[in-house]
């Protein structure tokens, strides 16, 4: 199964929390323990994700009595790419998708253009959607007459 790691999942919970429009402050710096409780997440869990969140250039970080943590550039201008490079590193479906040279059958592999064919299209997708989308409700499902059964018709060719 394919899956961002639990961390990168948060992370994207606590960056829509700092994309979140809040009333009189548009850009409002928060700290950790206030990025936590929006977020519903533990204080040491929000402090872990902000440091390569920072260091990616997602986020920016404020010392002193009234520091916290914004976003570095709109949510508008921050794909979901960016995220899970700053959280895992480069996005690869297989190893050599991201690296020549750590596969003993590289050679010979059949399959290796087909894979990284792949992961272009799942990094084109993550490029695609925005954090501020992230923040729109998703789109309704289409209403369907039997929402527990599905029909598909199937057409046999005659002999």
Same mark, same amino acid.
């Given at each position: 199964?394919?899956?961002?790691?639990? $961390?990168? %999942?948060? &992370?994207?919970?606590?960056?829509?929390?700092?994309?979140?429009? *809040?009333?009189?402050?548009? *850009? &409002? @710096? $928060? /700290?950790?323990?206030?990025? &936590?409780?929006? !977020?519903?997440?533990?204080?040491?869990?929000?402090?872990?994700? +902000?440091?390569?969140?920072?260091?990616?250039?997602?986020?920016?970080?404020?010392?002193?009595?009234?520091?916290?943590?914004?976003? !570095?550039?709109?949510? %508008?201008?921050?794909?979901?790419?960016?995220?899970?490079?700053?959280?895992?590193?480069? +996005?690869?479906?297989?190893?050599? /998708? @991201?690296? %020549?040279?750590?596969?003993?059958?590289?050679?010979?592999?059949?399959?290796? &253009?087909?894979?990284?064919?792949?992961?272009?299209?799942?990094?084109?997708?993550?490029?695609?959607?925005?954090?501020?989308?992230? $923040?729109?409700?998703?789109?309704?499902?289409?209403? /369907? *007459?039997? *929402?527990?059964?599905?029909?598909?018709?199937?057409? $046999?060719?005659?002999?």
């Amino acid at each position: 199964m394919l899956r961002v790691t639990k $961390l990168t %999942d948060y &992370a994207t919970v606590v960056l829509t929390v700092l994309a979140a429009p *809040s009333p009189g402050a548009p *850009s &409002a @710096v $928060l /700290s950790a323990p206030e990025l &936590a409780e929006r !977020a519903g997440l533990e204080v040491p869990t929000v402090a872990k994700l +902000l440091k390569p969140l920072a260091q990616a250039g997602l986020v920016e970080g404020f010392r002193g009595a009234n520091g916290g943590y914004r976003l !570095a550039r709109p949510a %508008d201008q921050i794909g979901l790419l960016d995220i899970v490079i700053a959280m895992e590193g480069p +996005l690869g479906m297989t190893e050599c /998708s @991201v690296h %020549d040279g750590n596969c003993g059958i590289e050679q010979s592999c059949g399959v290796r &253009a087909n894979w990284r064919r792949i992961n272009d299209v799942v990094v084109d997708a993550l490029r695609a959607v925005t954090l501020a989308q992230m $923040l729109a409700p998703p789109p309704a499902a289409p209403p /369907s *007459s039997d *929402s527990t059964a599905r029909r598909i018709d199937v057409r $046999l060719a005659s002999a």
